[in-house]
């Protein structure tokens, strides 16, 4: 059973910083591309950042400099180290995991973050 489980999320003020966590399971990590993903409310769902199996990163322009994401294949763990938070990163943080050859994902149940100011 596959299973994607988010952590790390909360409630922080502006400036402040928070470190996401996706503990992942019945998957064979290390082949996975892994992204995370937001949904502010009413909007719809937007990549924040992914890394390759290769540790190559890619980041959403709002997010740049301010968004670290990592990956530990050893602990099947991706993070996303959030810094300098603004009330506009309010969201649901999502992970999300990708086999594209095979065309498979799957997402996990998400993780509430809000910023105030």
């Known amino acids: 059973q596959v299973q994607l489980v988010e952590s790390g999320g909360g409630l922080v003020q502006a400036g402040g910083s928070l470190r996401l966590s996706c503990e992942t399971s019945?998957?064979?990590?290390?082949?996975?591309?892994m992204g995370w993903y937001r949904q502010p409310p009413g909007k719809q769902r937007e990549l924040v950042a992914a890394?390759?199996?290769?540790?190559?990163?890619t980041y959403a322009d709002s997010v740049k400099g301010r968004f670290t994401i990592s990956r530990d294949n050893a602990k099947n763990t991706v993070h996303l180290q959030m810094n300098s938070l603004k009330p506009d990163d309010t969201a649901v943080y999502y992970c999300?995991?990708?086999?594209?050859?095979?065309?498979?994902?799957?997402w996990g149940k998400g993780t509430l973050v809000t910023v105030s100011s």
């Open positions: 999300k995991a990708d086999y594209y050859s095979r065309g498979v994902n799957y």
């Open positions: 019945g998957i064979i990590f290390r082949i996975y591309y």
């Open positions: 890394i390759t199996r290769g540790g190559s990163t």
